[in-house]
């Protein structure tokens, strides 16, 4: 089977971005020619020892050069290395401006739709099915098909939230919303197979679009996270002595990092001897601010991992790993339960779903710093009960989720489309 893959720009460490490589080369162990397809790609901040073994085709935007920098999605990382200089600066503010009014809408028409389209424009003819991945990359696979009329199975990591959080739908997203919802709505229309990871996400795209969606539930390196020790990243930063509370993700609206800030602030209040870890990028100013705001700059460490093993490192420094997250999955869950640590999750969390409450995780309601706090301090006070959930939560890992049952999940699903459409 020959697939063609499409993701939006592959620009750092993500999990949607780990989630389509990984399953790229579990696809190619199997025997298949897959190739991906992008519009942007930086090898270096991503992961680069799985690209060098993977086929990656970058199109780029139809303007090319015409394209102003500043309004391409990947701008805000080269600004921030390019120094604070007063033309960067004025790009930068009207970059911001228009993210807090327009959000991720503002890259829809003058990037996103003409790089989804030219890549649609480019992928060959000879391939059997075409598996989109984050949004917009439906849109390529549609303007794919309609040109080459192979199947597409989509994978909806994450429907655009502008249909679910009212947040993003305020200023002038009010007017240009409508725009966007037709736009995508239409392209839906053309997608074979809905592929979700969680009843959650199910739930979310028959909301958004009317259609039904599978459960794929996709995998975790489970013994990279057996090996780590934690103990270089604890002497780093001080922690001996702490309890250590950690967040894994980049810093979003629907990651709700804030809830953890407050959470934290509840426990200091009572007493407890606890810190507080950030491990990813995003926007962090505004959370940064809630940290000085609340007193609490001694108390949370922002920090961003460079590799997987780094990675491991830092969920193996943490005690308990939380996620109040509103979002329809959750990898960093799965791995922090890879790493035998307690998680406290959101019940809007997709990966709440695969927690049994006070079995091999905990489960606490949406938007409940006390919660989570009062979940804390029960974990801090029971080491036994804390490590229980730890070991459970990697053994439900080891038995329910690898790669290599996600990948195998994903090529029957390929090859059902492909079956379908010749008959």
Same mark, same amino acid.
């Given at each position: 089977?020959?697939?063609?893959?499409?993701?939006?720009?592959?620009?750092?460490?993500?999990?949607?971005?780990?989630?389509?490589?990984?399953?790229?080369?579990?696809?190619q162990?199997?025997?298949?020619?897959?190739?991906? *397809?992008?519009?942007?790609?930086?090898? +270096?901040?991503?992961?680069?020892?799985?690209? %060098?073994?993977?086929?990656?085709?970058?199109?780029?935007?139809?303007?090319? =050069?015409?394209? /102003?920098?500043?309004?391409?999605?990947?701008?805000q990382?080269?600004?921030?290395?390019?120094?604070?200089?007063?033309?960067?600066?004025?790009?930068?503010?009207?970059?911001?401006?228009?993210?807090?009014?327009?959000g991720?809408q503002?890259?829809? &028409?003058p990037?996103?739709?003409?790089?989804?389209?030219?890549?649609?424009?480019?992928?060959?003819?000879?391939?059997?099915?075409?598996?989109?991945h984050?949004?917009?990359?439906?849109?390529?696979?549609?303007?794919?098909? %309609?040109?080459?009329?192979? /199947?597409?199975?989509?994978?909806?990591?994450?429907? /655009?939230? $502008?249909?679910?959080?009212?947040?993003?739908? =305020?200023?002038?997203?009010?007017?240009? $919303?409508?725009?966007?919802?037709?736009?995508?709505?239409?392209?839906?229309?053309?997608?074979?197979?809905?592929?979700?990871?969680?009843? &959650?996400?199910?739930?979310?795209?028959?909301?958004?679009?009317?259609?039904?969606?599978?459960?794929?539930?996709?995998?975790?390196?489970?013994? #990279?996270?057996?090996?780590?020790?934690?103990?270089?990243?604890?002497?780093?930063?001080?922690? +001996?002595?702490?309890?250590?509370?950690?967040?894994?993700?980049? &810093?979003?609206?629907?990651?709700?990092?804030?809830?953890?800030? =407050?959470?934290?602030?509840?426990l200091?209040?009572?007493?407890?001897r606890?810190?507080?870890?950030?491990?990813?990028?995003?926007?962090?100013? +505004?959370?940064?601010?809630?940290?000085?705001?609340?007193?609490?700059?001694? %108390?949370?460490?922002?920090?961003?991992?460079?590799?997987?093993? !780094?990675?491991? +490192?830092?969920?193996?420094?943490?005690?308990? *790993?939380?996620?109040?997250?509103?979002?329809? $999955?959750?990898?960093?869950?799965?791995?922090?339960?890879?790493?035998? %640590?307690?998680?406290?999750?959101?019940?809007?969390?997709?990966?709440?779903?695969?927690?049994?409450n006070?079995v091999?995780?905990?489960?606490?309601?949406?938007?409940?710093?006390?919660?989570?706090?009062? #979940?804390?301090?029960?974990?801090?006070?029971?080491?036994?009960?804390?490590?229980?959930?730890?070991?459970?939560?990697? !053994?439900?890992?080891?038995?329910?989720?690898?790669?290599e049952?996600?990948?195998?999940?994903?090529?029957?699903?390929?090859?059902?489309?492909?079956?379908?459409?010749?008959?």
């Amino acid at each position: 089977m020959k697939i063609a893959m499409i993701h939006t720009p592959i620009l750092g460490r993500g999990g949607g971005e780990r989630q389509i490589l990984r399953l790229a080369t579990e696809l190619q162990h199997m025997g298949n020619e897959v190739e991906i *397809f992008v519009s942007a790609l930086n090898v +270096e901040n991503s992961y680069p020892d799985m690209l %060098k073994n993977l086929t990656v085709r970058v199109i780029p935007h139809p303007l090319g =050069k015409k394209l /102003p920098r500043w309004l391409k999605p990947q701008a805000q990382e080269a600004t921030s290395k390019r120094g604070n200089t007063p033309q960067n600066a004025r790009k930068s503010l009207l970059q911001e401006y228009m993210r807090r009014n327009m959000g991720r809408q503002f890259y829809t &028409i003058p990037y996103d739709l003409p790089s989804m389209i030219n890549i649609g424009r480019c992928i060959p003819k000879s391939f059997d099915v075409i598996n989109c991945h984050n949004y917009p990359s439906e849109w390529a696979a549609v303007a794919a098909k %309609k040109r080459i009329k192979v /199947p597409v199975v989509w994978m909806c990591n994450e429907p /655009p939230f $502008w249909f679910f959080v009212p947040e993003l739908r =305020k200023g002038l997203r009010k007017i240009n $919303w409508p725009v966007y919802n037709l736009l995508d709505k239409t392209s839906v229309n053309y997608i074979d197979e809905i592929l979700v990871l969680s009843n &959650i996400a199910a739930g979310y795209v028959q909301k958004a679009y009317n259609r039904s969606a599978n459960v794929v539930r996709t995998g975790v390196d489970e013994e #990279r996270f057996r090996q780590a020790s934690g103990a270089r990243i604890r002497e780093e930063y001080g922690l +001996e002595n702490d309890f250590v509370l950690l967040q894994v993700g980049n &810093i979003e609206l629907n990651k709700r990092q804030a809830d953890a800030v =407050k959470a934290l602030k509840i426990l200091c209040e009572g007493g407890a001897r606890v810190k507080l870890m950030f491990d990813g990028g995003g926007r962090i100013d +505004e959370l940064v601010g809630l940290v000085g705001k609340l007193g609490l700059q001694d %108390k949370v460490i922002f920090r961003r991992s460079n590799s997987d093993e !780094e990675l491991a +490192e830092v969920y193996a420094a943490c005690d308990v *790993f939380l996620f109040p997250a509103q979002i329809t $999955w959750g990898l960093a869950v799965v791995e922090a339960m890879a790493a035998a %640590k307690a998680v406290i999750v959101s019940d809007r969390c997709g990966a709440s779903e695969i927690i049994q409450n006070g079995v091999n995780g905990m489960v606490v309601e949406h938007n409940d710093p006390m919660g989570i706090a009062d #979940r804390v301090k029960f974990l801090m006070d029971d080491d036994s009960a804390r490590r229980k959930l730890g070991q459970n939560a990697r !053994e439900y890992v080891k038995s329910h989720l690898s790669w290599e049952k996600y990948a195998q999940k994903m090529h029957e699903a390929l090859e059902k489309a492909i079956i379908a459409q010749s008959k």
